[in-house]
């Protein structure tokens, strides 16, 4: 077990889609209009808070609107 004080590491943002019609494609690659619509359609969580942050790395550069 890990020590309570030790703080938990957090995957790095995900840089490729890993699902749907683009799938192992670079986030950079696939239209922005697909990366805005499949950002909408997830039900964002720990499982998938990598991709979350690599898709908003990649379509909010300067921060969510």
Same mark, same amino acid.
């Given at each position: 077990?890990?020590?309570? /004080?030790?703080?938990?590491?957090?995957?790095?943002?995900?840089?490729?889609?890993? =699902?749907?019609?683009?799938?192992?494609? /670079?986030?950079?690659?696939?239209? &922005? =209009?697909?990366?805005?619509?499949?950002? &909408?359609?997830? =039900?964002?969580?720990?499982?998938? =808070? /990598?991709?979350?942050?690599?898709?908003?790395?990649?379509?909010?550069?300067?921060? &969510?609107?």
């Amino acid at each position: 077990t890990r020590p309570a /004080s030790r703080a938990r590491r957090r995957a790095p943002p995900m840089t490729e889609m890993p =699902d749907g019609l683009h799938a192992g494609e /670079s986030i950079g690659f696939v239209p &922005k =209009d697909y990366l805005r619509w499949y950002y &909408k359609q997830q =039900d964002w969580n720990e499982t998938n =808070d /990598s991709l979350r942050r690599g898709l908003e790395i990649y379509l909010f550069p300067y921060g &969510k609107p």
